[in-house]
T-cell receptor, first 114, second 112 residues
Framework: KAGVTQTPRYLIKTRGQQVTLSCSPISGHRSVSWYQQTPGQGLQFLFEYFSETQRNKGNFPGRFSGRQFSNSRSEMNVSTLELGDSALYLC?????????????FGPGTRLTVL | QKEVEQDPGPLSVPEGAIVSLNCTYSNSAFQYFMWYRQYSRKGPELLMYTYSSGNKEDGRFTAQVDKSSKYISLFIRDSQPSDSATYLCAMATGGSNYKLTFGKGTLLTVNP
């Protein structure tokens, strides 16, 4: 079974631009969560989507948004990029929702904001 | 105070050593405790999952949870160079609004 895939793997943007990252979950998985990983803050939860609806949200500004499509693929968007948005953005999928459902992570998208 | 504290290391040990990795937490609502391993340029992968206090063993890995002290540990026996990675503890509350809260991770290097 193919794992979680994320595209693109690397991105370089400038301040003020916007960016869209894509995540394809494992086949059959309906829950997709997004995380931001930085050396200073570690891995932080952004949001979770299940059945095309945002079910949970972390403490990030409204510039960070996402959506999920009917095939469970998900995108996240960051508008008006800031230098501090430079990070590894990880997507994780699970079969359903809940702490007992293992989350499988993709390799991440490395975003650099100049 | 952060909800989850983890010593970032780095930790360097010789091959065959016993490794102890630890996290403390402040949120008594955490019920589920996990350890993830992250190799360089890869996403985290789940190593161990425990619910409630006590020990859980899987091969060379043992996860320990002490809810009364709000302290969790991961022990690696007979460590191998292939164990070199960043180890992240993660915790979650129950219910439909659950989300994973991670420690910052400990970088482990096992030297041959």
């Amino acid at each position: 079974k193919a794992g979680v895939t994320q595209t693109p793997r690397y991105l370089i943007k400038t301040r003020g631009q916007q960016v869209t990252l894509s995540c394809s979950p494992i086949s059959g998985h309906r829950s997709v969560s997004w995380y931001q990983q930085t050396p200073g803050q570690g891995l932080q939860f952004l949001f979770e989507y299940f059945s095309e609806t945002q079910r949970n949200k972390g403490n990030f500004p409204g510039r960070f948004s996402g959506r999920q499509f009917s095939n469970s693929r998900s995108e996240m968007n960051v508008s008006t990029l800031e230098l501090g948005d430079s990070a590894l953005y990880l997507c994780a999928s699970s079969h359903s929702r809940g702490a007992t459902d293992t989350q499988y992570f993709g390799p991440g998208t490395r975003l650099t904001v100049l | 105070q952060k909800e989850v504290e983890q010593d970032p290391g780095p930790l360097s040990v010789p091959e065959g050593a016993i490794v102890s990795l630890n996290c403390t937490y402040s949120n008594s609502a955490f019920q589920y405790f996990m350890w993830y391993r992250q190799y360089s340029r890869k996403g985290p992968e789940l190593l161990m999952y425990t619910y409630s206090s006590g020990n859980k063993e899987d091969g060379r890995f043992t996860a320990q949870v002490d809810k009364s002290s709000k302290y969790i540990s991961l022990f690696i026996r007979d460590s191998q160079p292939s164990d070199s990675a960043t180890y992240l503890c993660a915790m979650a509350t129950g219910g439909s609004n659950y989300k994973l809260t991670f420690g910052k991770g400990t970088l482990l290097t096992v030297n041959p």
